[in-house]
């Protein structure tokens, strides 16, 4: 006979299923698996769960549960909320899906854009010191072709980073201008609305 605070504390198929998948999709994204795991299941349950339920329907340790409810909170995808009658801390998954992605995309994903914009910018300045220093031969034809297509991963880099701030801005983004860039063509908006 299995005892109820055990059957509660067992995952649905459902919830296995569900939360193996989003800890596969997190760790593709280079996150730590257990991140995806346990935000779906605090994501799928009607009500907040403590540590060690967390512990149990995941098979995890003490140690493994509390550095990953950390680090949810640190994204703000995960928060502590009080259970009346309770002196242990409880959890709950942010809902509002947006709002976790375009955190992540805010302070993850602009972040490596504006630092790779920066690395270009610097590596065009290099280029052009090489170039301009070089009269003549192969030193200046391979600094005329650096920084040609450098220009080229520049402009690709900065369009990303517009893209990717009227995403945040608008939560949706006209996808034309990239494709124009990849393709080699004009393509119009569909809206005409500048990126």
């Known amino acids: 006979m ?3 605070g055990d059957a509660e504390d067992r995952l649905w198929e459902s919830e296995l ?7 596969r999709l997190m760790e593709f994204w280079g996150f730590k698996r257990n991140m995806g795991r346990v935000w779906t299941v605090l994501f ?11 512990q149990n329907r995941l098979q995890l340790s ?9 680090e949810l909170a640190r994204w703000g995808v995960v928060k502590k ?3 009346q009658g309770e002196r242990k801390d409880f959890f709950v998954a942010e809902g509002n899906l947006w709002k976790m992605i375009s955190r992540v995309f805010n ?12 690395a270009m910018e610097e590596a065009l300045d290099y280029a052009r ?7 003549e031969g192969a030193v200046r034809q391979r600094a005329q072709l650096q920084l040609e297509r450098i220009g080229q991963l520049l402009e690709l880099a900065r369009l990303g980073q517009r893209l990717l701030e009227a995403l945040l801005r608008r939560g949706r983004v006209d ?13 119009g908006s569909a809206d005409d609305e500048p990126v």
Do not use: C, F, H, Y
């Open 2 to 4: 299995v005892a109820k």
């Open 17 to 23: 299923l569900v939360s193996d998948a989003i800890g």
């Open 44 to 54: 799928l349950s009607d009500e907040p769960l403590s540590a060690k339920q967390l």
């Open 62 to 70: 003490s140690g493994a549960v509390s550095m990953t409810v950390n």
């Open 81 to 83: 909320v009080w259970v």
């Open 107 to 118: 302070e993850r994903e602009r972040v490596e854009i504006l630092d790779a914009i920066d």
């Open 129 to 135: 010191r090489k170039q301009d220093a070089t009269p």
């Open 175 to 187: 996808i034309s201008p990239l494709l124009e860039v990849l393709l080699g063509q004009s393509l």
